[in-house]
């Protein structure tokens, strides 16, 4: 506890990392406030209760309830988060794009700006798909005009959200974006445990013990996940005078075991509504569409789970390969003068590259799988329905690598001014761990 308080003064002594925290807090605090201002033409008190469901329950966690409330954030920076999506895809369908990502700094810059203006137009598509779920009753005057201003505002709501990101990265502590996302989540946390203790009541107060130690293991175990990497050894051949010397300090190349993140997870749950929907059209005529309707309409039944993870398993090989290129770090490495030990260079060390990649991600995702189904198995274990969602999926995966890269930041920030990191032995890693080898 002692240490704990030291390093909290020592924080708090470092005036630009304090300004930094106090910066996104009150960032933080205008996204919240913002949450909760409904959309002009719409009457508060008609809106749904119960909040949303299916798909839109999953989005409406992700914003932290702007997208039942009807707020002017209804969308949030999940737009935004579309456009990356697309473009990430781009970099590797376009040779064009391609080309932007390996210019360095100037190339990422275009790509930033190639991602804001492609997030209008989808934000304005998305926000025609938003208005369909506002309840008729609590549109006080429906027709063209409320249609056209409340597509106007979503949209300045999420393109301010995404200025609120970038502000909170540039002036304050953490990714702006992912920490914006986290804040949503986070929000219904408090509200979450409240209710799930309310539930129990006292004579279940020994379950509701043993369900926060479940919870506390659920998270370690993501953190696990998160962090953990293959670590392969590299070696650097330095130039000393006329006679080629190797380098005795040995570098690697960190290999995350889970390099896809949460995107494996995000894919899958968006397909996962197609066969729900697909039977609703024949479910009338077919036992069989029926079956199915009812079966993956219901995310606690094993057929929607086994499906589930088994989208996971292979997205997160399909996500994994077009985010790490094999071809391209051994290809760096052979300019930098780098080698793995025993591995010839180029065509020999990408394959032993993506041999190593394939096997690390098998674990990785199956790990990644069962996290994704643990909150369905929480609510079948007797746990309330807004609580079993913080038991792991997109949730909680989100909230511990944003988690992770504060805690690093800060990390950074004490060790440059000469203060005791955050722990006493290790160091704090976050997410973010970039695939570079430097001579």
């Given at each position: 506890m002692k240490k704990f308080i030291e390093t909290i003064k020592n924080i708090f002594a470092i005036e630009d990392l304090r300004m930094r925290i106090f910066n996104t807090l009150f960032f933080i605090a205008i996204y919240r406030l913002g949450s909760f201002v409904v959309l002009p033409g719409v009457d508060a008190t008609r809106l749904k209760s119960g909040g949303a469901s299916g798909v839109f329950g999953i989005l409406d966690t992700l914003l932290g309830g702007a997208f039942s409330n009807?707020?002017?954030?209804?969308?949030g920076i999940m737009p935004y988060i579309s456009a990356s999506i697309v473009l990430q895809l781009l970099t590797i369908?376009?040779?064009?794009?391609?080309?932007?990502?390996k210019e360095g700094e100037s190339g990422r810059k275009k790509i930033n700006q190639y991602t804001r203006i492609l997030t209008i137009p989808i934000v304005m598509a998305q926000s025609v798909g938003f208005i369909a779920t506002i309840n008729a009753d609590a549109i006080m005057a429906p027709g063209t005009f409320f249609t056209i201003s409340t597509m106007l505002i979503i949209t300045a709501g999420t393109l301010f959200c995404m200025w609120l990101g970038e502000k909170i990265t540039d002036k304050g502590i953490g990714n702006g974006i992912s920490m914006i996302i986290m804040i949503g989540i986070v929000s219904r946390l408090p509200g979450a445990i409240i209710g799930e203790a309310a539930a129990k009541g006292m004579r279940g107060s020994l379950i509701f013990l043993i369900e926060l130690v479940v919870l506390f293991l659920v998270v370690m175990a993501v953190i696990v996940?998160?962090?953990?990497?293959?670590?392969?050894?590299?070696?650097?051949?330095?130039?000393?005078?006329?006679?080629?010397?190797?380098?005795?300090?040995?570098?690697?190349?960190?290999?995350?075991?889970?390099?896809?993140?949460?995107?494996?997870?995000?894919?899958?749950?968006?397909?996962m509504f197609v066969p729900a929907i697909l039977a609703s059209v024949w479910q009338s005529d077919s036992d069989v569409a029926s079956y199915i309707g009812v079966k993956f309409s219901d995310y606690t039944s094993w057929q929607y789970n086994v499906v589930f993870a088994l989208l996971i398993i292979v997205f997160t090989y399909f996500y994994t390969a077009i985010s790490v290129n094999p071809n391209q770090i051994a290809d760096d490495l052979k300019r930098s003068g780098g080698f793995v030990p025993g591995v010839k260079p180029g065509r020999d060390t990408s394959e032993h590259i993506d041999e190593i990649l394939t096997r690390i991600t098998l674990p990785g995702a199956v790990a990644l799988a069962l996290i994704a189904i643990f909150p369905a198995l929480a609510l079948l274990g007797g746990v309330t329905r807004p609580f079993s969602a913080f038991y792991g999926g997109t949730s909680l995966i989100i909230m511990v690598g944003v988690v992770l890269d504060t805690l690093n930041q800060v990390e950074s920030y004490l060790l440059m001014r000469h203060y005791d990191g955050m722990m006493k032995t290790g160091k704090v890693r976050g997410r973010s761990q970039n695939i570079a080898m430097a001579s």
């Open positions: 009807a707020s002017i954030f209804a969308l369908a376009v040779p064009y794009f391609q080309k932007l990502q996940l998160t962090q953990a990497v293959r670590r392969i050894p590299v070696q650097y051949a330095k130039q000393v005078g006329s006679t080629a010397q190797l380098n005795a300090q040995r570098q690697f190349i960190p290999m995350k075991v889970n390099a896809a993140g949460v995107m494996p997870i995000i894919f899958a749950q968006s397909l």
